[in-house]
């Protein structure tokens, strides 16, 4: 099949400059709400898959499997699980075992609402940071027990609807009723822990006037000799009386992922949606386009050229403009959207424009050639010759 | 010149793609090898005599003594340890939740759900059959000879532990119920 140069596609873009940057654009915004919704999901998955560390198990209370806050197991848990189970990672003779207490309290901060919004508050010892590979202290100093004094993570003011400013380091901020100082920031980047207040075990206990744990996070060990999963879970099998279950932790935020999949699924729905908008504006742009071309094309099938090769000419120019369209929306997100933060129940995370939300826009952007294309092309072409070069 | 405009935009697209991709997620376990079935030598042709309940033993029984006891497995969802011999025994007496409560659609009727935690926990007992290290055997208990939830077992063995209502059992033989 003889097909029309490339050239000739793009260079048809250039008759009409409006019309050209008004594809351009149209295919622009539909690509970026079509990033900002992958983005989104991207962004919740990713926040809570990155919570979860594979290496890391959960003790929590039998019954309580769905939602740490709910568990209470006792406080005797850590030290029996580090005196039980060989095996578990250990760095300079500490084992990486992390009792908390997790606990969803009112957080007022700098100018916020009275009755405060509620934060995830947990309560930790030092040995946190090390089960929780991802996290470490940005700014400041680790809280130090007995002094009121609590880590903020980075994304904790999109949560609270402040500005960051008014949990900068050496802030006051009321938590249930009791005022903390902010002794330094909280750095877990792409997971929810990222919008949580850190504070020391034993002042959370007695802020909330509680004597259990709400769970242990203990880290795997690795080489010959490391435990596994099931020594946990058969070490708590063996405490009937501690009425305790394992789990790994990338299980229970995988399970918490599939919790929110109908609000990702909102969001996929209503950039469909709005995309199919798109799609018949660009049905519209793209019929005006060829139908001012009638005569032409007529005239290019009395040169020769086969109707395929014509519609493919007509897919390579509608493409071109739509993926200039993709690429500068894509451009856009990864400036603008990529890390932006949203607040969702769990807490906050950033939208992530990753290669695969990218992919997603790119996807978007040359389907909305091909479909802008395909309609005006058959209203153009299904006229008989002798019909097309008479026509004004 | 525009095909090697448009080429060169292409590359630079998937280039940048791909460096965003990069990999920074948290660790992974190293792959195990897959878990052996619970060798047949533990299994008895024959119900042995005089076995116990559970909740009855479970007052008189101390560490090292030489116990048989008849329950069923159960207890929880999951009443087996993955990849570990360690069950959890329930007294016959408790009723599953199939039987005569009001949950008889309950989709896992072993795990006594319709009955307060701390019930469960005074009928139950745990049987693990043990290595020479003392730990669990790593092998596979769940569909082995008859073993499975609901399933009524004798067990021979000796108490391993028994501090208040935490009663574990080393197991020697088993005896499923056809």
Not at chain 1, 40 to 53: A, C, I, N, P, W
Not at chain 1, 266 to 292: D, Q
Not at chain 1, 304 to 321: D, K, N, P, Y
Not at chain 1, 339 to 348: D, N, R, T, Y
């Amino acid at each position: 099949m003889q097909t029309l140069p490339f050239t000739y596609s793009a260079r048809n873009l250039g008759r009409s400059r409006l019309r050209l940057l008004l594809s351009v654009m149209g295919s622009a915004m539909v690509v970026l709400l079509v990033l900002a919704a992958g983005g989104f999901v991207r962004g919740m998955t990713t926040g809570l898959e990155r919570t979860g560390d594979e290496a890391n198990v959960m003790i929590v209370g039998i019954g309580s499997e769905e939602s740490i806050e709910r568990s209470e197991i006792p406080a005797s848990v850590a030290s029996l699980l580090d005196a039980s189970v060989p095996g578990l990672r250990t760095a300079f003779g500490t084992t990486f075992v992390s009792p908390e207490v997790q606990v969803q309290l009112p957080v007022v901060a700098g100018a916020g609402s009275p009755e405060g919004r509620l934060v995830l508050v947990r309560g930790v010892t030092p040995t946190a940071l090390l089960v929780h590979s991802q996290c470490q202290i940005a700014q400041g100093h680790w809280p130090r027990s007995g002094h009121n004094e609590i880590l903020v993570g980075q994304l904790a003011h999109t949560k609270l609807g402040v500005s960051a400013a008014a949990l900068a380091v050496g802030s006051t901020v009321n938590i249930d009723g009791r005022d903390w100082i902010v002794s330094g920031r909280l750095a877990a980047p792409r997971s929810v822990i990222d919008a949580e207040i850190w504070m020391p075990l034993a002042d959370l206990k007695e802020a909330t006037r509680r004597l259990t744990d709400s769970c242990v996070i203990a880290t795997l060990g690795t080489g010959p000799g490391a435990a596994e999963f099931a020594d946990v879970a058969a070490f708590a099998r063996q405490r009937l009386d501690l009425e305790i279950t394992a789990m790994t932790e990338s299980s229970y935020y995988a399970r918490l992922a599939g919790f929110f999949a109908p609000v990702r699924a909102v969001v996929w729905i209503t950039a469909g949606l709005i995309g199919l908008g798109g799609v018949f504006g660009g049905l519209n742009t793209m019929y005006a386009a060829f139908a001012s071309r009638v005569r032409e094309l007529g005239m290019l099938q009395c040169l020769g050229f086969r109707r395929s090769a014509i519609v493919l000419s007509m897919l390579q120019e509608s493409c071109l403009a739509t993926a200039s369209g993709a690429l500068l929306a894509s451009a856009a997100a990864v400036f603008f959207l990529d890390g932006v933060a949203v607040q969702f129940s769990m807490g906050a995370f950033g939208l992530l424009i990753d290669a695969p939300a990218l992919l997603v826009g790119l996807g978007a952007g040359l389907l909305l050639g091909l479909l802008g294309t395909i309609a005006p092309a058959y209203r153009c072409l299904k006229l008989p010759i002798s019909e097309s070069l008479k026509s004004i | 010149m525009f095909r090697t405009a448009t080429l060169l935009t292409l590359a630079a697209v998937l280039a940048s793609t791909s460096a965003c991709s990069k990999s920074d997620a948290p660790t992974k376990p190293a792959a195990k090898a897959a878990v052996a079935p619970l060798p047949g030598s533990y299994f008895l042709a024959e119900a042995p005599a005089d076995a116990k309940d559970i909740r009855a033993a479970k007052r008189s029984l101390k560490a090292g003594d030489k116990v048989v006891l008849i329950g069923r497995i159960g207890g929880s969802e999951d009443p087996f340890v993955p990849e570990r011999a360690i069950f959890t025994l329930v007294d016959k007496a408790m009723k599953t939740c199939d039987e005569g409560s009001d949950m008889d659609t309950c989709k896992t009727p072993w795990d006594y759900c319709c009955d307060p935690r701390e019930q469960i926990t005074a009928n139950s007992a745990v049987v693990q059959i043990v290595g020479p290290d003392g730990q669990p055997l790593k092998a596979v208990l769940n569909g082995v000879k008859g073993l499975k939830p609901q399933a009524t077992v004798t067990v021979v063995g000796t108490v391993s532990k028994a501090e208040g209502q935490n009663v574990v059992v080393n197991a020697t033989g088993l005896f499923v119920k056809p």
